[in-house]
T-cell receptor
Framework: GENVEQHPSTLSVQEGDSAVIKCTYSDSASNYFPWYKQELGKRPQLIIDIRSNVGEKKDQRIAVTLNKTAKHFSLHITETQPEDSAVYFCAASPADKLIFGTGTRLQVFP | KAGVTQTPRYLIKTRGQQVTLSCSPISGHRSVSWYQQTPGQGLQFLFEYFSETQRNKGNFPGRFSGRQFSNSRSEMNVSTLELGDSALYLC?????????????FGPGTRLLVL
C-alpha cells in the first residue's frame, strides 16, 4: 500500500549547522510533496512543497530536492537557528490523498 | 481570513463512550480532511469530505465516521471509544481538495480516553 518513510526520527544540530531530513515513498503516482513544520503544541504549517515536474526548490534557508526515479525527496535547512526546533513531516500525494511520514524531531542547540 | 478552527480543544472520555468533534474550515474552502496524530505514528489520514460527500477514506475501523454540512463545516464521530483512540485529531481544509493544494490545519482536538 501507500507508504512514506522518514529518517531520521530525531536530529540534533548545533546552531549554524545544516540539517537534512530524508523521505522515501512507495506510490510512483505521487506528484506532490509538501513539508510541514509543527512546533510544540501548535498546528502543522506548510513550509515548502515541490511538484513532480521540478527537481529542486529553494526558499531562503530551506530547500527541497526530489528524485522521482529513486522515489525519494529531502529537506535541507542551512544555517539552522534555535527557532527551527520543531517536528518536521514530509508527505507524498498519490492521486487522492496525502500520506505523511512519521516525523523528525529537530533540535537546534545554541 | 480566519483560520481553521476546531472544537472542543480538549476532551476526556471513558472507554465505550462516543465523541463528536467539529471542524470549521477557512471561509470558501470546500474540502475538509481529518487526521489522527499519535506519538511515533505521525499523521494518519482518516477521511476527506468535499461538498458534503466523503471522497476518500483511510484504514480506520467503522467506529470512525464523519460528515460535512452545506456550509463546509465537518464533524467526525468515534463510537465505542477504546484506549488506543487517545490522540490529537487534526482537521485540514483546502479550497477544492486537489492533492496539489496546500492544506491548512486546525489546532486540533486532544482526546484522552480513560
Amino acid at each position: 500500500g501507500e507508504n512514506v518513510e522518514q529518517h531520521p526520527s530525531t536530529l540534533s544540530v548545533q546552531e549554524g549547522d545544516s540539517a537534512v531530513i530524508k523521505c522515501t515513498y512507495s506510490d510512483s503516482a505521487s506528484n506532490y510533496f509538501p513539508w510541514y513544520k509543527q512546533e510544540l503544541g501548535k498546528r502543522p504549517q506548510l513550509i515548502i512543497d515541490i511538484r513532480s515536474n521540478v527537481g529542486e526548490k529553494k526558499d531562503q534557508r530551506i530547500a527541497v530536492t526530489l528524485n522521482k526515479t529513486a522515489k525519494h525527496f529531502s529537506l535541507h535547512i542551512t544555517e539552522t537557528q534555535p527557532e527551527d526546533s520543531a517536528v518536521y513531516f514530509c508527505a507524498a500525494s498519490p492521486a487522492d490523498k496525502l500520506i505523511f511520514g512519521t516525523g523528525t524531531r529537530l533540535q537546534v542547540f545554541p | 481570513k480566519a483560520g481553521v478552527t476546531q472544537t472542543p480543544r480538549y476532551l476526556i472520555k471513558t472507554r465505550g463512550q462516543q465523541v463528536t468533534l467539529s471542524c470549521s474550515p477557512i471561509s470558501g474552502h470546500r474540502s475538509v480532511s481529518w487526521y489522527q496524530q499519535t506519538p511515533g505514528q505521525g499523521l494518519q489520514f482518516l477521511f476527506e469530505y468535499f461538498s458534503e460527500t466523503q471522497r476518500n477514506k483511510g484504514n480506520f475501523p467503522g467506529r470512525f465516521s464523519g460528515r460535512q454540512f452545506s456550509n463546509s463545516r465537518s464533524e467526525m464521530n468515534v463510537s465505542t471509544l477504546e484506549l488506543g483512540d487517545s490522540a490529537l485529531y487534526l482537521c485540514a481544509s483546502s479550497l477544492l481538495g486537489s492533492t496539489q493544494e496546500t492544506q491548512y490545519f486546525g489546532p486540533g482536538t486532544r482526546l484522552l480516553v480513560l
